[in-house]
Nanobody
Framework: QVQLVESGGGLVQAGGSLRLSCAASGSVFSFNTIGWYRQAPGKQRELVASITDGGRTNYADSVKGRFTISRDNTKNMMYLQMNSLKPEDTGVYYC????????WGQGTQVTVSS
């Protein structure tokens, strides 16, 4: 059973930074495009950043220039460095493949206060 475990969220003021981590059991990230998803209150879950096995990245317009996604296949880890955070970045952040294949983890809550 694959498990995805997100961590690193918290409460931060606008303009602050957070670094999220995603740990996967087994080599589920290898050869796959993986990404970070966000579910804001009252909204559908959306993909905010993705990275291919080769390291090519893609970002939603709303986070471009502020977020940086990275991965370490040797450790089955993925990261999201979030800078210049805005209140609209508030939500629960999840990791998964792109497109989604595995069951969702519990996510990590990010709250940005104004």
């Amino acid at each position: 059973q694959v498990q995805l475990v997100e961590s690193g969220g918290g409460l931060v003021q606008a303009g602050g930074s957070l670094r999220l981590s995603c740990a996967a059991s087994g080599s589920v990230f290898s050869f796959n495009t993986i990404g970070w998803y966000r579910q804001a209150p009252g909204k559908q879950r959306e993909l905010v950043a993705s990275i291919t096995d080769g390291g090519r990245t893609n970002y939603a317009d709303s986070v471009k220039g502020r977020f940086t996604i990275s991965r370490d296949n040797t450790k089955n880890m993925m990261y999201l460095q979030m800078n210049s955070l805005k209140p609209e970045d508030t939500g629960v952040y999840y990791c998964n493949t792109d497109p989604v294949w595995w069951s969702w983890g519990q996510g990590t809550q990010v709250t940005v206060s104004s």
